[in-house]
Nanobody, 126 residues
């Protein structure tokens, strides 16, 4: 199993930036494809970005592509989400997720992930 802990959320003004981190512990980090999801109150959890085990293949949701970068440092067992030009509609709880994968794929469905962090809150407001 892997344990995931997110950090880096907070209150930011529109147009600002945040970098979220997801620290993993337990099983070998490179056994997992990873993803970032978000969930605003009253909405379903949605994919933000995903990355394969090596970091070479990435996916970005259309709604936020161009303003975010997903990356991972396998030596540190940590995944990141750099978010720029933040908008009020980006306000949500952000979750990292992991699923075992040896094929070099990434995954974008909530049901495709087996392990989840507790989430970190991002609020974009002036």
């Amino acid at each position: 199993q892997v344990q995931l802990v997110e950090s880096g959320g907070g209150l930011v003004q529109p147009g600002g930036s945040l970098r979220l981190s997801c620290a993993a512990s337990g099983r070998t980090f490179t056994d997992y494809a990873m993803g970032w999801f978000r969930q605003a109150p009253g909405t379903e959890r949605e994919i933000v970005a995903a990355i394969d085990w090596s970091g070479e293949r990435t996916y970005y949701a259309d709604s936020i592509e161009g303003r975010i970068t997903i990356s991972r440092d396998n030596a540190k067992s940590t995944m990141y989400l750099q978010m720029n030009s933040l908008k009020p509609e980006d306000t949500a709880d952000y979750f990292c997720a992991a699923t075992i994968d040896y094929s070099g794929s990434y995954y974008i469905g909530v049901d495709e992930y087996d392990y989840w962090g507790q989430g970190t809150q991002v609020t974009v407001s002036s």
